[in-house]
């Protein structure tokens, strides 16, 4: 797998405010419950069919050129580890992991080792919004 940059949940907050693009690659039902104020959702499935990796690398083509700025995220840092490495080996130029999550990164024994998004009191919206996945499906039909 590609090497990734990986950043805080403060470090990408400003990120986000210097132009980059949050995407949270979580499950429709997790993004709606809370994510990042602004982030857009494709979600990237990790125990569903091999073709999910191919499937999800041709969602974030089509919504974003190679050489966009993007922070991956979701609920501990592993799917979009993940799902960072995918797009850098798919040429993307400009990824980078937020490493913490929305809930916060956890060792083997479930203690946490790092406060997420929401702990470190970063703006979090609910609901589906402009970049719910029902939205952002819509835009490529």
């Avoid at 590609?2 to 429709?28: I, N």
């Amino acid at each position: 797998m590609a090497e990734l940059k990986r950043v805080s949940p403060a470090e990408a907050k400003k990120l986000l405010d210097g132009g980059y693009t949050y995407v949270d690659v979580r499950t429709a039902e997790e993004f709606d419950a809370r994510h990042p104020t602004g982030s857009i959702n494709v979600p990237l499935n990790l125990e569903g069919p091999p073709s999910a990796v191919p499937e999800f690398v041709r969602v974030m083509r089509l919504l974003f050129p190679p050489e966009a700025k993007i922070v991956v995220g979701c609920a501990t840092g592993m799917r979009s580890l993940r799902a960072g490495q995918w797009l850098a080996q798919a040429g993307f130029t400009d990824v980078l992991d937020q490493r913490a999550g929305m809930e916060g990164a956890r060792n083997a024994f479930g203690g946490l080792t790092e406060k997420g998004w929401a702990a470190e009191g970063l703006p979090t919206s609910q609901g589906p919004d402009a970049g719910s996945f029902s939205e952002v499906a819509k835009s490529l039909a």
